[in-house]
């Protein structure tokens, strides 16, 4: 569903006419002495004529905003509420309202879809930073210009019941992943190796996919534990699987950032900042009305919200928006804390999930468009979702 545009032109309209009458009152108060009866605005005589005043300078004319068309990767194989920065800024309006045609694809991975971008295939996508730093390494032209996940979706999990008490317990082990492009195995490795097991040895990584594969192999015993996000484990969750959460270190840093092209953000800044705007405009919207957010998926991605129900949608949602929320140091939506992702990345380093580090963490984790996206009004985006009609 769409916000009701009647709606809005409705209240432009009010707002002009209350600007208007409001400056007439102001004009024949000023004439009269601040009176407005009709004995005093007919009883002196006209003012002799004096010469007019120079013209003011007229306004500059506003800036023409050019139409744009981007492509955003998706970094999943099939569309799911998570993807909250795609369907609601597209389904209320918000990359149309910023002169933008948006077109999704989806991809195997996060990898995957970062790969699409290093192409030039796609303009935009949502990665992980170790993603990001290992193929920046490899010379891929990457930047990220936002931070949207301030805490991480990944986790490691086992089932209750499944004899898996301790990452100790999985040293010769099997653990599921949705692919090896996925974000999830970055967290997979790391969280093991940080509790003293050596991924590419103790463990087996085994590729199931992310539904009904997964869980299937952790149910069944073919795997003692499954790396996945915060949707998944919202749709196991209401499938009747207990889930326990294996403790890491990395749960508290920050995750996932809105990725573009390097030569795409030296050509076209200005789509960028459109671009990212829309997209929190959309996190800040579907934070103020879930409900409307999940009619909105199944507006944009009725392919894959089929088989939702409303409660199921907006519990996976919910499981998302818990980790897209502004946190303490950061000055404003999308802004990019760079010492939390320095110290993320120096501890992958460490582990041997990134190789190298740049330089200059700042070429690559690009600040400078903060302002300009975060330039909304947020009660104004906030009044918008709770006023969405059908």
Known sequence: MRLNPLNRLVALVSIIIVAVLAGGCASSEEATGGSTTMAATTAAPAAPAEAAPAEAAPAPAEAVVEHATVVFALPVASPDEGQVWAYVPQAAGFFADENLTVEFVPSDGGTAALRQVAAGNADFSVNNPE????????????????????????????????????????????????????????????????????????????????????????????????????TRVALFSSQGAEIKTLPS??????????????????????????????VFKGIVFARANPEAAVEMFQETFPESADSSTSELSKALLNSRLANAGLVDGQKGWGDIPVEGYRALLEADLALGIVETLPENLEDVLVTSFGRQIRDFDMAEVEILARGWTP
């Open 131 to 230: 993603a990001l730093i290992n193929a920046v390494a490899e010379g891929l032209d990457l930047r990220a210009v936002a931070s949207v996940l301030t805490s991480q979706i990944h986790g490691l999990r086992t089932l209750e019941g499944s004899g898996v008490s301790s990452y100790e317990d999985l040293r010769g082990g099997r653990v599921a992943i949705s692919s090896f492009t996925s974000g999830s195995y970055h967290f997979a490795r790391f969280a093991l190796a940080e509790n003293g097991l050596d991924p590419d040895t103790d463990v087996e990584f085994v590729a199931t996919g992310s539904r009904a594969g997964m869980l299937d192999a952790a149910e069944s015993g073919d795997v003692d534990a499954f790396a996945v996000w915060d």
């Open 249 to 278: 270190s990395r749960k508290d840093m920050p995750a996932d950032l809105l990725i573009a092209n390097g030569e795409f953000i030296d050509a076209s800044p200005d789509v960028v900042v459109r671009f990212a705007r829309a």
